[in-house]
């Protein structure tokens, strides 16, 4: 390589060199794109084989992927199959960070993932309940969002009942655990959280204070 790039640099001042290596990081980036593209169109979960390998996971997330027994840890039944399948691709490459899940996704290849997300898309979603106090300020942002501050309204993406738009990998919101939803609002405003695409969600929680954290936190677990 290097008695070529010096040719080039010396021929050409660099611009074959630039070129070349703009040309090859789009090919690149244009098999990476159709790999990932064509993991969720080809990697079809089974839910049936799914219930056989979670076993590990109803220690923390609960026999009914809904009934932890820790606090922060989120409710997986009725979820999206396809933001779980994310999640777990991410969580398994630290992407997302999840420590106590570290490992456990080792073993898993990419049909494992498919038929656990399958699974636990195919439980009941969980039913929650909203703090009165929290109510109206919840609400507002949830439906309305903030034009003010440039928060969309969150029922946008997530949909006005919370269930999210399965199709499109936007997680159901509505019935999860209130103190988890508060931690992954202010992980993503950290930026500690960053896997989401186009930065949406940490551009939204950037904005977004305390109190209103709280308060949309504890709506969702409202809805259904
Ligand atoms: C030792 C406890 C523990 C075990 C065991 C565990 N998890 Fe988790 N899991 C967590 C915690 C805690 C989080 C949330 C971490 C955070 O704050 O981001 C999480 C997050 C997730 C998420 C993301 C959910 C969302 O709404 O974004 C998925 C999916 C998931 N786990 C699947 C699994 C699967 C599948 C297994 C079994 C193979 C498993 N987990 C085992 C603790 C655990
Ligand atoms: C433009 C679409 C969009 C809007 C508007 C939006 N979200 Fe999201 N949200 C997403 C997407 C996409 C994800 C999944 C990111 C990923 O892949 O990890 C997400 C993830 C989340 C999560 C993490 C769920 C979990 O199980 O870990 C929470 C909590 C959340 N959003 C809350 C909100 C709130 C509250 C609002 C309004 C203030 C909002 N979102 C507005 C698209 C949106």
């Known amino acids: 390589m290097r008695p070529l790039k010096k040719y080039l640099y010396s021929t050409c ?9 703009t040309l090859v990081k789009s090919v690149v980036s244009a098999v990476l794109f159709t ?4 993991s969720f169109a080809y990697a079809q979960g089974n839910a049936q084989a799914g219930q056989a ?11 009914s992927g809904n009934d932890s027994v820790l606090p922060n840890v989120p409710k997986l039944g009725g979820q999206g199959e396809r933001y779980l399948l994310k999640q777990m691709q991410e969580i398994k490459a630290d992407i997302r960070k999840v420590p106590l899940m570290a490992g456990i996704l080792a073993a898993s290849t990419e049909q494992d993932l498919a038929d656990m997300a399958a699974y636990f898309a195919s439980l009941d979603a969980p039913v929650g309940a909203v703090e009165e106090s929290k109510l109206a300020v919840g609400q ?9 501050i440039g928060v969309a309204a969150c029922s946008a993406c997530h949909s006005p009942d919370g269930k999210g738009n399965a199709a499109a990998g936007y997680p159901a919101l509505s019935g999860q655990d209130t103190p988890y939803v508060e931690l992954q609002l202010k992980a993503f405003r950290s930026g500690e959280r960053a896997n989401d695409e186009a ?12 109190t209103e954290i709280a308060a949309v936190a504890s709506y969702v677990a409202g809805l259904r």
Not at 35 to 38: D, E, M, P, R, V
Not at 54 to 63: K, N, R
């Open 140 to 148: 507002e942002l949830y439906r309305a969002g903030n034009a003010s």
């Open 13 to 21: 001042k660099g611009t074959s060199i630039v070129t070349t290596q």
């Open 53 to 63: 390998k979670v076993a590990t996971c109803a220690a923390c997330h609960g026999p």
């Open 199 to 210: 930065e949406v969600m940490r551009m939204m929680a950037a904005r977004l204070t305390d």
């Open 35 to 38: 790999a990932l593209t064509s």
